[in-house]
């Protein structure tokens, strides 16, 4: 009954930006965190973004200062702009939120969304 829907990936030069985006759909009381992660191919999943239902937002360091987060709750979409990018942001990126529905807090996962960075 929750989805969430990804867009925005690509292929880009190094240097260059782009600008994810990700929204829930679905039966929602309330969204808490939010958050993007990546995967390259034979590595784990790793943390690249959180932001909290207050907007307070964390960063892997890797990707500070260069990565930013935020969400738009009227819409219930989380949104990264990815500047300066490095072949090394090379990844399949995924969307997770927090949904506070049948009494308790659950995870939900994007489909992924592919980024390709150029050398």
């Known amino acids: 009954q929750v989805q969430l829907v990804e867009s925005g990936g690509g292929l880009v030069q190094a240097g260059g930006s782009l600008g994810l985006s990700c929204a829930v759909s679905g039966s929602i009381f309330s969204i808490d965190n939010m958050g993007w992660y990546r995967q390259a191919p034979g590595k784990q999943r790793e943390l690249v973004a959180t932001?909290?239902?207050?907007?307070?937002?964390n960063y892997a360091d890797s990707v500070k200062g260069r990565f930013t987060i935020s969400r738009d709750n009227a819409k219930n979409t989380v949104y990264l702009q990815l500047n300066s990018l490095k072949p090394e942001d090379t990844a399949v990126y995924y969307c997770?939120?927090?949904?506070?529905?049948?009494?308790?807090?659950?995870?939900?996962w994007g489909q992924g969304t592919q980024v390709t960075v150029s050398s």
């Open positions: 997770n939120a927090r949904v506070f529905r049948t009494f308790r807090y659950i995870d939900y």
């Open positions: 932001i909290t239902s207050g907007s307070s937002t």
